[in-house]
């Protein structure tokens, strides 16, 4: 195992493993360490421990709340856990068991190349960020833009190893522990055993990602999923394949009007059952992609992307209704781009992914001149009977205050990404304010205040909104009881003061 030692060995030849897309400032990191298997792993959490050392968990460094930025102590990078171990059969599905390192593009090419018995399996999960590990995905239960049919990445997993702080190392698999009510027993290689009381919150209804997992009577491995790092380091997972459709055809619709848009997207949900993806893109999202993308229609405002599985049988008539709403909101099949071969489809999915992409160069521009200014993104998602009362309430607080923003995301889950770019740091300060808000008035309309991002170090304030100091308690409590010394993730989820209580 490599260990760099020293914060100015560190920033001087990786300060690349400090930082994440968040663009949130790290603190007094004294060790870097590449561990390559399991007991590595376990040593270096006692190193620390014995030292009361925070450790922060490294691995693809793409999430945007900075939750593999190190606020002190040291950092571990997962990226030498790159094995794929293979296929097999379970329970009538194919599943692949894999390290945590491993990349989503390493996983798409590696299932490309196999064989099922002459049929076509994919794993459905596809975070903007392809470049992203498998690891942190299943820490803060990534989704994407097939989670409109596919579900987020907590349907998927089937089983975990994760290494505890102690050096304790648990196999996990999906439906073998379960706790009753709220308490959860868990028994440790070395022998004890951990009490855990499960916190009893109530999660909303809706596509979400913020804080621990939490229902009476709840399976173990859904506590690790999503938990961000905070109660152990997951070193494998099982994930679940499913079926690859036959025929998916991707369209990027152009609309005039914002409105337009969104009409057409609520007639063509209720039309296209065979749906996969719907993803929306306002005005604002245009405004930053032009300068880039030259071909964009300049008389357009909006768009929706969707795809959607086919056969020979019913194209004909499925693009015969989907011309019939075009014509209906102000648009038109010559204003659509469309794709059934790869190259077409990667252009039109490209622009989805250039937009994070483009507001995160924008603001790292910024960040040069306003070093204190980070990414200002909701992440919020709402029950679909608010969703539009979400909306109008972004834009009532947003236009008077002519910050530059962007609204963009998974609309087919009512979920959207609502992005303000500061331009210095008294719009950085107003934007803060205005999150904060948005998080509340999600929390009142039934939703979350973080989808599919996580909480990470920068959205504490948003997860206290939604589940107030009691909640937030509560999961300090289980976090004490798998990392008693507090040093795995710490700042993550929630401010240290929860573990000092």
Request: charged fraction near 25%.
């Amino acid at each position: 195992m490599r260990i760099i030692e020293g914060k100015e060995n560190i920033i001087s030849g990786f300060s690349t493993y400090l930082q994440d897309e968040s663009k949130l400032s790290f603190g007094d990191v004294k060790y870097l360490a590449f561990p390559e298997n399991e007991g590595d792993v376990c040593e270096f959490l006692k190193f620390c421990r014995d030292k009361n050392m925070p450790v922060t968990i490294s691995n693809g460094k793409t999430g945007v709340v900075g939750g593999a930025v190190p606020v002190s102590g040291a950092l571990m990078s997962l990226e030498k856990f790159n094995k794929i171990f293979g296929v097999k059969k379970s329970i009538g599905e194919y599943r692949v068991r894999l390290e945590s390192g491993v990349s989503l593009d390493q996983f798409y090419k590696f299932l490309e190349n196999e064989n099922f018995s002459g049929e076509k399996y994919f794993y459905p999960v596809d975070v903007t960020e392809s470049t992203a590990k498998i690891g942190g995905t299943v820490s803060t239960n990534a989704s994407g833009e097939r989670s409109f049919k596919y579900g987020p990445t907590r349907n998927w997993v089937r089983s975990l190893r994760v290494v505890l702080s102690d050096g304790n190392v648990l196999s996990i698999e999906r439906g073998k522990i379960f706790a009753n009510g709220y308490d959860l027993e868990i028994k440790l290689p070395d022998g004890s055993i951990k009490k855990i009381k499960i916190p009893q919150y109530k999660m909303p209804s809706v596509k979400n990602a913020a804080g621990y997992y939490a229902k009476k009577n709840m399976d173990l491995i859904d506590l690790f999923i999503g938990s961000e790092g905070t109660l152990g380091v997951i070193t494998e997972v099982e994930l679940a394949l499913t079926k690859k459709p036959e025929n998916i055809m991707t369209l990027l619709a152009f609309f005039p009007q914002e409105q337009n848009a969104m009409n057409f997207f609520f007639e063509c949900k209720q039309m296209l059952t065979s749906a996969v993806v719907f993803e929306y893109f306002d005005k604002g999202a245009f405004e930053l992609l032009r300068p880039k993308m030259a071909d964009l229609p300049p008389d357009k405002n909006a768009a929706i992307f969707f795809e959607i599985e086919y056969t020979d049988d019913n194209l004909g008539n499925t693009m015969l209704a989907i011309e019939e709403l075009l014509k209906k909101n102000n648009s038109s099949m010559d204003n659509t781009w469309g794709g059934f071969e790869k190259k077409e489809i990667e252009k039109i999915r490209q622009i989805r992914h250039s937009i994070p992409e483009t507001i995160n160069e924008t603001l790292a521009r910024t960040k040069q001149k306003y070093p204190a200014i980070h990414k200002i993104s909701a992440d919020i998602a709402v029950p679909a009977e608010n969703f539009l009362e979400m909306i109008s309430y972004y834009k009532s607080k947003l236009e008077p205050m002519k910050l530059q923003n962007t609204i963009f995301g998974h609309i087919g889950e009512n979920h959207l990404h609502m992005n303000i770019l500061p331009r210095n740091n008294e719009e950085f300060l107003k934007a803060k304010e205005l999150h904060l808000d948005f998080a509340a008035k999600a929390v009142l309309l039934g939703g979350t205040v973080s989808a599919e991002h996580g909480i990470g170090k920068i959205k504490h304030q948003y997860l206290e909104v939604m589940y107030g100091k009691k909640g937030l308690k509560q999961m300090a409590e289980v976090k004490k009881v798998l990392d008693p010394k507090g040093i795995l993730n710490r700042g993550n989820i929630f401010n240290e003061e929860y573990l000092n209580a």
